[in-house]
């Protein structure tokens, strides 16, 4: 079952109010049009009737027109998720598919930036959180193997040393917010010790403290196995063991580091070691494994090379399997192709919704009447829209979703 369905709620419409629009309108593009010159049409649209209120709605000359604007998914949304491994100081002659030059992984994030894509939590996407600022493509940048000291190691200060990956990622969110830093670690605690290990255990404190200091900065932490195993040759009861000591170290590290406040936001997700999936009772274990706090598995995640280059579909989608998400490997070659097929990639465009009465957008069901009218009047074009903080799915031929 789908956990974005408690997220989306559907608006009733008639077909023939959908694929009606009026003559009149501003904006009826013909569908090969591509996502750029949509969003054009319809933000200036949406501009065009929010500044000419009409007179006739107005109830007093000093009360001003009240519009909501949503962003609305008018194509279904492809998201590419890029898989990183280690990294590789500047002075390695190349980036291999697991290792990155650290100058190579910079160049490709302000590569992607420029091609238009923000970063998004992939747990929040596939919980229905659709959301992305307008204009902008969603992409989501994983890591496996984690932990390394490569990946991210804290100074004597408690910051992430300059010489590691991972803050090379955070501080090019500091000078592009409109990028962001959000990161899904997909974690092996049990196969290396950590830092400068040392049989006393030290490794487990500066171990603890970088995983802290992950989770407070949006860098969320999943499951890899405890050792990095071959699944393909494991079987349940082995599988079950190393997703369960996985995630109880895990939380005995927290325990130590007093922050078992950090427990409860913990999620359920899981990346295949070498693309190598289990079967049979091998891969029930794996599908049906839950969480110390009883989280059932959100989603399992495959990886593979751009040859075969493969995208997450909207969680609403029938092409979307939880339990069988896309990931790519190689990730220069995987930019390198993203911004040659940048417009490929659509992005949300916005529009105003309204004149609305300020009261009542609140209620879910003004607010569907109000979107309704919308689409009805050709404002607004049909599509998954994010308004208030509610997702309404309104696209034709897909009314009452969401199993
Ligand atoms: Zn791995």
Redo the contacts with the bound molecule.
């Keep these: 079952m789908k956990n974005s369905a408690k997220y989306i709620l559907s608006l009733v419409l008639f077909l023939s109010a959908c694929s009606e629009r009026p003559t009149t309108a501003p904006l009826s593009p013909p569908i090969d049009i591509e996502a750029t010159a949509l969003a054009m049409a319809y933000t200036m649209a949406a501009e065009t009737m929010a500044a000419v209120p009409t007179e006739t709605q107005i109830p007093t000359p000093t009360e001003i027109p009240f519009f909501l604007t949503t962003t609305i998914w008018s194509e279904d949304a492809r998201v590419p998720i890029i898989n990183y ?1 280690q990294f590789a100081p500047n002075s390695s002659e190349k980036s291999t598919d697991h290792k990155i030059r650290m100058e190579d992984f910079i160049d490709g994030m302000d590569a992607l930036n420029q091609a238009g894509f923000t970063l998004i939590h992939l747990e929040d996407w596939i919980n229905g959180d659709l959301y992305v600022p307008e204009g902008r493509r969603p992409l989501v940048f994983t890591m ?2 984690v932990f390394y000291n490569n990946q991210i190691r804290m100074d004597e200060n408690g910051e992430p040393r300059a010489d590691t990956g991972l803050v090379l990622a955070w501080q090019y969110a500091q000078e592009h917010p409109e990028f962001g830093f959000k990161w899904s670690l ?1 974690s ?1 605690l049990g196969d290396k010790w950590y830092a400068d290990g040392d049989a006393e255990g030290k490794w487990k404190e500066e171990l603890a403290k970088t995983i802290v200091w992950a989770l407070d900065h949006d860098a969320r932490i999943y499951n ?1 196995t405890y050792r ?1 195993i071959r699944m393909d040759i494991s079987d349940a009861a082995g599988i079950l063991w190393e997703l369960e000591q996985n995630d109880l170290f895990l939380r005995e590290l927290l325990v130590n580091a007093g922050r078992e406040d950090l427990i409860p936001s913990l999620g359920n997700m899981f ?1 295949v ?2 693309g190598y999936w289990p079967t049979g009772s091998g891969y029930n274990a794996m599908t049906n494994y839950i969480t110390p706090e009883g989280k059932p598995m959100l989603a399992i995640f495959d990886i593979d090379w751009p040859v075969r280059i493969k995208f997450m579909a909207p969680p609403y989608s029938p092409e979307f399997d939880p339990m069988k998400i896309p990931r790519i490997a190689m990730p220069p070659e995987a930019v390198e192709y993203l911004v040659e097929h940048q417009a490929e990639f659509p992005t949300m465009v916005s529009c105003q919704v309204g004149p609305l009465d300020a009261e009542q957008v609140s209620n879910q069901e003004y607010l569907k009447d109000a979107i309704h009218a919308s689409i009805t009047s050709g404002t607004c074009p049909v599509g998954i829209y994010i308004i208030e903080g509610y997702t309404f799915d309104v696209r034709q031929g897909a009314l009452q979703l969401m199993d």
């Design positions: 491994h496996d193997d997909f092996n890899h990095h990346a070691p070498f």
